[in-house]
């Protein structure tokens, strides 16, 4: 069983920063795929960006060249740097971990990639 969770979410203003954290369980950390997803109130859930193990990275349209993913292998964390946050950045933020899933290069963007999901953390950017 892999647990995941998140840190960092808070309120900011537009223009301004923040860094997500989400620290798995287990001891083959380096061996998952990981990713981000949102939801907005009264939305779908919307893949924000992944990161391979082996460290090549995926991005939504919307946040790319604002938000950067990476990982510390040494310390099972995956993170989300987002720059220049917009109001429309607001949601629930939550990490994702897709372990033994096949073909993760087409399905990263798919919820359904991912078989452990964190309880989410919440980011609101104020205009």
């Known amino acids: 069983q892999v647990q995941l969770q998140e840190s960092g979410g808070g309120l900011v203003q537009a223009g301004e920063s923040l860094r997500l954290s989400c620290a798995a369980s287990?001891?083959?950390?380096?061996?998952?795929?990981m990713g981000w997803f949102r939801q907005a109130p009264g939305k779908e859930r919307e893949f924000v960006a992944a990161?391979?193990?082996?460290?090549?990275?995926y991005y939504a349209d919307s946040v790319k060249g604002r938000f950067t993913i990476s990982r510390d292998n040494a310390k099972n964390t995956v993170y989300l740097q987002m720059n220049s946050l917009k109001p429309e950045d607001t949601a629930v933020y939550y990490c994702?971990?897709?372990?033994?899933?096949?073909?993760?290069?087409?399905?990263?963007?798919?919820?359904?990639?991912?078989?452990?999901w964190g309880q989410g953390t919440q980011v609101t950017v104020s205009s």
């Open positions: 990161i391979r193990w082996n460290g090549l990275t």
């Open positions: 287990g001891r083959t950390f380096s061996n998952y795929n």
């Open positions: 994702a971990a897709s372990i033994g899933v096949s073909d993760f290069s087409y399905r990263y963007a798919g919820a359904d990639a991912y078989n452990y």
